[in-house]
């Protein structure tokens, strides 16, 4: 078992800046890819970035140049740096991860999930 606690959500203006942590602990964390998605009401939840165990990245479309995706994996810590909020990225945001040495856009292939941060832009 893979237990995940994401932290730093909040409420900030359009423009604005926050960064999200998730803390795992359970297994050997460089055993694992992690990964972010998010959910905003009434839609499904949604690939954000995904990183695998060495450092590799991916983004979607809608936050590629806004958005980092990093881990630390001497303190089992994956981060998401988020800069140039809008509205849209509203939503509550989920820190994932899935066992394999690469990296995954797919949910299916996560088999940890935290909880859940709430992020809301205003405009």
């Known amino acids: 078992q893979v237990q995940l606690v994401e932290s730093g959500g909040g409420l900030v203006q359009a423009g604005g800046s926050l960064r999200l942590s998730c803390v795992a602990s359970?297994?050997?964390?460089?055993?694992?890819?992690m990964g972010w998605f998010r959910q905003a009401p009434g839609k499904e939840r949604e690939f954000v970035a995904t990183?695998?165990?060495?450092?590799?990245?991916y983004y979607a479309d809608s936050v590629k140049g806004r958005f980092t995706i990093s881990r630390d994996n001497a303190k089992n810590t994956v981060y998401l740096q988020m800069n140039s909020l809008k509205p849209e990225d509203t939503a509550v945001y989920y820190c994932a991860a899935a066992p394999g040495r690469g990296y995954y856009t797919g949910p299916r292939a996560y088999n940890y999930w935290g909880q859940g941060a709430q992020v809301t832009v205003s405009s």
């Open positions: 990183i695998s165990w060495s450092g590799s990245t």
């Open positions: 359970g297994r050997t964390f460089t055993n694992y890819a």
